[in-house]
């Protein structure tokens, strides 16, 4: 597939197709909605190829049956787990009609993904925690120059996986004003089930904490505030998948 | 034609063709009436036909037999009809799915008139569950409840697995996901996985302690995902049980209200529980039914839903609908195109992705189906002719079921999977109608004919005149007009039908039943009566219609005139010959007959006692004409020169014939001209002779006498007729003698003569104009009669070949020459 550079990119990326399968559908929609083209990414991590050279490792599939790992057993299986993944992105595109490709790099996750990115572009982090299946949506952003758009396309996103959106601005200290326009505002009203404003704490910990009791679905994050969080430890305290809007 | 026949003697006009008298018609109404529908003299078939209509047992099915043309169809049809009406209407007949194995659909039986009602109430069930379902289940009560489960169940998941990952994280483990499942790997301070050189440069003791560590987590981690996919299943069941009992009280609710107008019919219980179950099990196919607030012109509410494939298994197939009054009476079908198919019913294909499929929705019934109750009419030419129909028909009759074949089946072509639906019970009265050639064929090569069809309806061709017949007869012709809007028959018409009748009966003293002929004169009558602007039809117009019937026909008859006429067929009528004589000869082509003159000659010499039939030896004479030469010559060989060897030769032939000849109407004809060859005295030729002889020298009656008179008549007729010429017809055939007009006048003009005879001696005195001669005391003829000449003549011919000794070396040797005088 030819990428175009001058597109919006939705980057979806994962460690195994479990976790891709999270995210692909969400990814299309994406793709097919904002008009932009998908490019998903398996990440071979480093560190998995070099656990299962280890002659203790081991692995445990969903149903408790551990057996040992060879490296060249997680060989294999990360090729069945990119034909299985290349699959399904190529039958959900077709049936959108989007532009799509593919790819397999090794390194690390989640930080393996952000390559390239250009303003406009979204990537999609794919985490599958067994059993969760409800949950809102979560916009988290900074309440100073936040993006409405980005609140659009989260309200789309609610929209299309028919759960709830709750928005959090965040402001970087109790001095600061909310330059949120009204009408800003009255769209996101409009848009979220919920709308919660909270103080910044200097190191986001309750951020964190709040996310981690949400139990979310989805969490879409801004690209600056996720720089402030670190992807990995959003991930860690989300335990779903997420989109960090690049703007 | 009243007062014993004398023979020897011309007959009268009067004698020649029945005229009726009006009075014999009854009082006449002008107005039209359907009239007496084709059952007169037919007595013995309405009693049989009455029979099978009412009897109750399976195998009194009837076989009406006759000629066509003669009312079968029309007769048997209304009979029935008029038993049918009597009866009670039939039940109706469903196929519907059978959820337990789709190929094998159920029948269901209903009372006559519900079908339809619950075909439309499925459909109903189905639309208001296409749009109360969703709504269910969009309701928030369900909703809630969903969200509940889903989060009680997601709550155990995670939670587990989030104390799992929160516990590794504090020994400063991680959890990883790869492609193969889980994998706990010890980290470094920023929380990355250790690589294992960075384990292999730790102390061995961080190493054990790191080592216990994975393996505690290890085993907590099998544990937690261990329960996950109870919990998943638990997690499904408690969805599933919310969403049935959603479904369920939907459904419920939807059926109670259909199922309240059926409550009566016991049949349909067992379907209904079989509904409710699959409606609840399958509930998903209503969410997924593609409806949206803008789906398509027409509101959601009032889109067919059933229509829809996903549906199609709750639909009502139905195979037949009755009246719902029950005085409507049994059905009464007629079936004109029996094939296999259009009489059991069949099952549809259609092809899927280059397959070809089917549903119980796809059976089609067939003629059987629409009869079942009642009755169904079949021509029985039409059924044999169709493969695979009569044994179908007869397997439906012996097993008292419908079974759906199909002609692929029957040949195994079909490999593709077909259905196997309920046989619906047949309770039916078979009416073939055929030719009595299919009946008696049946009968001779089919045993379970006679097993089936116990009740034969044996139509008669005709009928005599006496009583009330006529005005019978009138009744039904004023029918046909009836019938077929036609013009009414005036007096003289209808009583030149009558005599019509009686020609086409071939029988002065019957009326033939020919319906459909009679109906083709009638309705080309009324069109030429229509041309010539006539209120009604006349019987000029009855006439021109039968003249107009014959001359279209009567090209190979105007052939044959012409081949006389030219002299290209040699046929004499007038003059003396010996040893010739004009025979007459009917042929047949199509429905068309008619009369010609055939010269048939004699030679005689002395022989060894063998009367040669030229036409046997050349094997163009047939059984029935090779019978009449040896009866003649056993007349020959038993009444004259008794003392003596018979001592002839002699040869008979019909001139010009080089087609097949058969029958024995020309024995008396043969005979004559041997006869004459015999005593040399020559026949006059202004005669012709038809007539069978015995071996007593009695004539017997022959077919065609009306065709083959008006044949020599018309050769008579073209050269001019004399006064002299006649035909001598057997006397017993003066009773079938039905002639046309021209012949009729002819003779009343005296111009030309019919003289019927009843003996071998009186037709030769009349040949001739010689006496046969009887014997006297002395036992001979007298010297100078017809028998005393042939007497002497074979005496000679004994004596001349006692003179030339042994009998054996003599040969056929060439006839004695005597000049034609």
Redesign the interface.
Same mark, same amino acid.
């Given at each position: 597939m030819t990428f175009s550079s001058k597109s919006r990119r939705i980057v979806i990326g994962a460690t195994c197709y479990a976790d891709a399968t999270s995210v692909i559908e969400i990814g299309c929609f994406l793709a097919q909605s904002t008009k932009g083209e998908l490019q998903a990414v398996l990440i071979e991590e480093d560190a998995v190829y070099s656990l299962s050279a280890q002659p203790s490792a081991r692995v445990t599939p969903v149903g408790g049956l551990s057996r040992p790992v060879t490296p060249e057993a997680m060989i294999d299986a990360f090729k069945r787990d990119a034909a299985a993944y290349e699959k399904a992105i190529r039958e959900s595109a077709a049936k959108r009609a989007i532009r799509w490709s593919f790819e397999k790099r090794r390194g690390e996750f989640p930080i393996g993904l952000n390559h390239d990115l250009a303003t406009g572009d979204l990537i999609v982090f794919g985490y599958q925690v067994p059993g969760r299946s409800v949950g809102e949506i979560l916009v988290v952003d900074y309440a100073d120059d936040m993006d409405v758009s980005l609140v659009e396309l989260a309200s789309n996103v609610a929209r299309e996986m028919r759960r709830p959106l709750h928005v959090v601005l965040l402001r970087k200290s109790p001095e600061a004003a909310i330059k949120v326009s009204e009408h800003s505002r009255s769209r996101m009203e409009g848009l979220a089930t919920n709308l919660t404003i909270i103080d910044q704490q200097d190191n986001l910990t309750e951020l964190l904490e709040a996310i981690r009791r949400g139990r979310s679905a989805m969490v879409m994050i801004s690209a600056e505030l996720a720089r402030d969080i670190g992807i990995d430890r959003l991930l860690d305290a989300a335990r779903c998948p997420a989109i960090v809007y690049t703007g | 034609m009243s007062g014993k026949l004398i023979t020897g003697v011309p007959l009268a006009a009067e004698q020649l063709c029945v005229v009726f008298d009006p009075k014999v018609l009854g009082v006449r109404s002008e107005a039209k009436t359907s009239g007496v529908q084709g059952l007169l003299g037919q007595d013995r078939a309405f009693e049989a036909i009455s029979l099978s209509a009412k009897i109750p047992y399976s195998d009194f099915n009837l076989f009406v037999l006759g000629r066509p043309g003669y009312g079968r169809h029309t007769a048997v049809h209304d009979l029935l009809a008029k038993e049918a009406a009597n009866r009670t209407v039939a039940s109706d007949w469903v196929y519907v799915n059978n959820f337990d194995a789709p190929h094998k659909p159920t029948a269901i039986e209903l009372p006559a008139g519900m079908a339809i009602p619950l075909r439309a109430a499925m459909q109903a069930v189905v639309d208001d569950l296409a749009n109360d379902i969703p709504a269910y289940f969009e309701a928030d009560d369900y909703q809630s409840k969903r969200?509940a489960i889903?989060?009680d %169940? /997601?709550? @155990?998941? +995670?939670q587990s697995?989030?104390d799992l &990952?929160d516990n590794a994280k504090a020994k400063g483990l991680v959890v990883?996901? *790869? !492609? &193969? /499942?889980? &994998?706990?790997?010890a980290t470094t301070q920023d /929380? @990355? !996985?250790l *690589?294992?050189d960075q %384990?292999d440069a730790l102390p061995e003791a961080e190493q054990k302690d790191i080592?216990e560590k994975?393996a505690v987590t290890?085993k907590e981690? +099998?544990?937690?995902? @261990?329960?996950?996919?109870k919990?998943?299943k638990a997690?499904r069941r408690a969805l599933e049980e919310l969403n049935s009992g959603v479904a369920t009280r939907a459904v419920a609710d939807t059926m109670a209200e259909m199922t309240a107008d059926f409550t009566e019919i016991e049949a349909l219980q067992p379907y209904f529980v079989a509904v409710k179950a699959d409606l609840i099990e399958n509930a998903e196919l209503f969410l997924t039914n593609g409806t949206g607030a803008h789906a398509g012109a027409f509101p959601v509410e009032t889109t067919k839903f059933y229509q829809r494939p996903q549906f199609q298994r709750y639909s009502v197939n139905v195979m037949i609908c009755n009246p719902t009054d029950h005085n409507a009476g049994a059905a009464i079908v007629t079936e004109d195109l029996p094939t296999l198919g259009n009489l059991v019913g069949r099952v549809e294909h259609k092809s899927e992705m280059g397959a070809l499929v089917t549903d119980f929705t796809m059976i089609k019934p067939g003629a059987l189906h629409r009869a079942n109750g009642g009755y169904i009419i079949l021509d029985v030419r039409n059924l044999l002719t169709e493969p695979f129909a009569w044994d179908a028909l007869k397997r439906c009759l012996k097993t008292g079921q419908i079974s759906i074949t199909s002609v692929e089946q029957r040949l195994s072509l079909f490999a593709t999977t077909s259905l196997e639906p309920d046989p619906i019970p047949l309770n039916l009265r078979v009416a073939l109608v055929g030719e009595r050639m299919f009946y008696y064929l049946l009968m001779e090569l089919d045993p379970d004919f006679t097993d089936l069809f116990k009740v034969q309806a044996d139509f008669n061709d005709d009928v005599f005149i006496d009583g009330d017949t006529p005005k019978q007869f009138a009744d039904l012709l004023t029918g046909i007009t009836g019938r077929e809007n036609l013009r009414p028959l005036q007096t003289d018409a209808l009583l030149s039908l009558l005599t019509e009748a009686t020609r086409l009966a071939d029988d002065a003293e019957k009326l033939s039943l020919n319906v459909g002929k009679l109906s083709d004169i009638v309705r080309e009558a009324d069109f030429r009566a229509g041309t010539a602007e006539h209120k009604e039809i006349l019987a000029e117009d009855i006439d021109g219609a039968i003249a107009a019937i014959e001359d279209r026909a009567s090209r190979p008859r105007e052939r044959t005139q012409e081949a006389i006429a030219r002299n290209m067929l040699l046929i004499d009528t007038d003059g003396k010959e010996t040893g010739q004589i004009n025979a007459l000869s009917v042929l047949q082509i199509g429905d068309f007959m008619f009369g010609r003159p055939s010269r048939i000659t004699a030679r005689v010499r002395m022989g060894k006692g063998r009367v040669v039939d030229i036409e046997r030896e050349v094997e163009l004479g047939g059984p029935l004409h090779s019978k009449g030469m040896l009866i003649l010559s056993g007349y020959l060989s038993t009444l004259y020169a008794l003392d003596v060897p018979m001592s002839l030769w002699a040869s008979l032939v019909f001139e010009q014939s080089y087609g097949g000849v058969d029958g024995d109407s020309a024995s008396a004809a043969e005979l004559f001209t041997l006869l004459s060859a015999l005593s040399d005295c020559p026949i006059d030729q202004s005669f012709a002779v038809t007539g069978s002889v015995n071996q007593h020298g009695e004539v017997q009656p022959i077919g065609g006498v009306n065709q083959k008179i008006e044949g020599f008549f018309d050769v008579c007729a073209a050269r001019g007729l004399t006064g002299r010429q006649a035909v001598l017809i057997p006397d017993t055939n003066v009773k079938n003698l039905a002639l046309r007009r021209r012949v009729v006048q002819a003779v009343k003009d005296r111009k030309f003569n019919i003289i019927p005879f009843s003996t071998i001696n009186e037709g030769i005195g009349i040949l001739t104009g010689v006496e046969a001669g009887e014997r006297g005391k002395g036992g001979a003829f007298p010297e100078n009669s017809i028998n005393g000449k042939v007497e002497a003549r074979l005496q000679l011919f004994a004596r001349q070949l006692k003179s030339f000794g042994s009998h054996k070396n003599n040969d056929n040797s060439a006839p004695g020459g005597r000049k034609k005088k």
């Open positions: - | 969200r889903e989060q %169940y /997601g709550e @155990k998941h +995670e697995f989030n &990952m990883l996901r *790869t !492609p &193969m /499942g889980f &994998m706990v790997a /929380g @990355k !996985p *690589t294992p %384990y080592d994975v290890q981690l +099998e544990n937690v995902l @261990k329960e996950i996919p919990r998943e997690h």
